[in-house]
């Protein structure tokens, strides 16, 4: 331990959470956030911060020739998969280009080890339980940066040299969470909705199914890749195992918060995954991990006492939609409303 590590990502919910665990390993950390989806309050004082984005390839740049890291690890993203579909030019800039500026920075500068957050979106509408071996077929534009992402770090390697270790997480929910973000994160979006005294919205019929994961089930095993070399070049999910409606979901959500009935407006299906979870067998192959996660129930009451006392959060406009045709015409009035 004793080495010197990079988070990117570091503001937003799991980022804050893997700065923490790297913390507690006792390792050194610079977090980087440019804070348009998360908050200088969440990051742990113990690290360096420093407000930038992956973008700036000069400031990447800056970082490493002063920090020299050994690690890196990459969390920083704009992760909306549905609305990735109408935000195309700023995806691929956010999500694969700020990352190709880490991998080259990361290249240059001998880092040992580079983390990757990628995501189940790679897969798509796959066969279930989803697998690391399956061919991966995204079906929006976040899913298809993050699929080139992972496909970049693997042609690094084999030129370069650059080890690297990919965790596929799914629906990570817990405190922290940007619950004002109304375009990804259901259950923030249902405590959100619930202390505002609105309905909670629901996409469809509310009988697909996700598999969602506390986050104490998925920051410590991103953590402790770049000390497992046995890890290194491998693809892992991370997450829970047992999936669940977004209808019961709502329902769990709404008595954790103490409220007495899921008041819910269903709304058009969105082009979306109808089911969407995984198999761990092999991240629990590699890492020892705890033989049981935490049940939905438990995880999302602890969120629940966190949200209840931090309160609703208003919810942040997106200004810049590039594309409206065939976007939910709830987000679309919502758009339209805030310009």
Not at 96 to 109: C, D, F, K, Q, Y
Not at 205 to 217: E, H, K, N, V
């Amino acid at each position: 331990m004793g080495q010197t590590a990079l988070v990117t990502g570091a503001g937003g919910f799991i980022g804050s959470h893997v700065v923490d665990a790297v913390l507690a390993m006792g390792d050194q950390v610079v977090a980087l956030d440019d804070m348009s989806g998360g908050f200088a309050e969440n990051v742990n004082p113990k690290a360096t911060l420093v407000e930038g984005s992956i973008v700036d390839h000069d400031l990447i740049n800056r970082l490493f020739e002063e920090h020299q890291f050994d690690h890196v690890y990459h969390l920083a993203a704009y992760a909306a998969e549905g609305l990735s579909h109408f935000i195309k030019r700023f995806n691929y800039t956010n999500n694969l280009i700020g990352s190709v500026n880490l991998i080259n920075a990361s290249v240059n500068h001998g880092v040992k080890c580079f983390v990757f957050t990628s995501s189940i979106a790679v897969y798509g509408a796959n066969q279930l339980p989803m697998t690391e071996d399956l061919i991966p077929q995204p079906e929006d534009p976040y899913g298809v940066a993050k699929l080139a992402v992972e496909q970049d770090l693997k042609t690094t390697h084999e030129m370069q040299g650059l080890n690297y270790c990919i965790f596929r997480p799914h629906n990570v929910y817990g405190e922290r969470q940007n619950i004002g973000d109304r375009y990804r994160n259901v259950i923030g979006i249902f405590m959100n909705q619930i202390m505002q005294g609105n309905p909670l919205t629901i996409f469809g019929d509310g009988l697909q199914t996700r598999a969602f994961s506390y986050i104490s089930d998925v920051a410590p095993v991103i953590a402790k890749a770049p000390y497992n070399p046995r890890a290194f070049n491998q693809v892992f999910n991370v997450g829970a195992d047992t999936p669940v409606t977004v209808k019961h979901l709502a329902e769990i959500t709404c008595e954790a918060m103490g409220a007495s009935a899921a008041d819910i407006q269903y709304l058009d299906a969105r082009n979306e995954v109808v089911h969407a979870y995984a198999s761990h067998d092999k991240v629990r192959d590699y890492f020892d991990l705890p033989d049981t996660e935490v049940s939905i129930e438990e995880g999302i009451q602890k969120m629940a006492d966190w949200a209840k006392a931090h309160g609703p959060r208003q919810s942040q406009r997106f200004e810049g939609i590039e594309v409206r045709q065939n976007m939910p015409p709830s987000w679309l009035a919502a758009f339209e409303a805030d310009t």
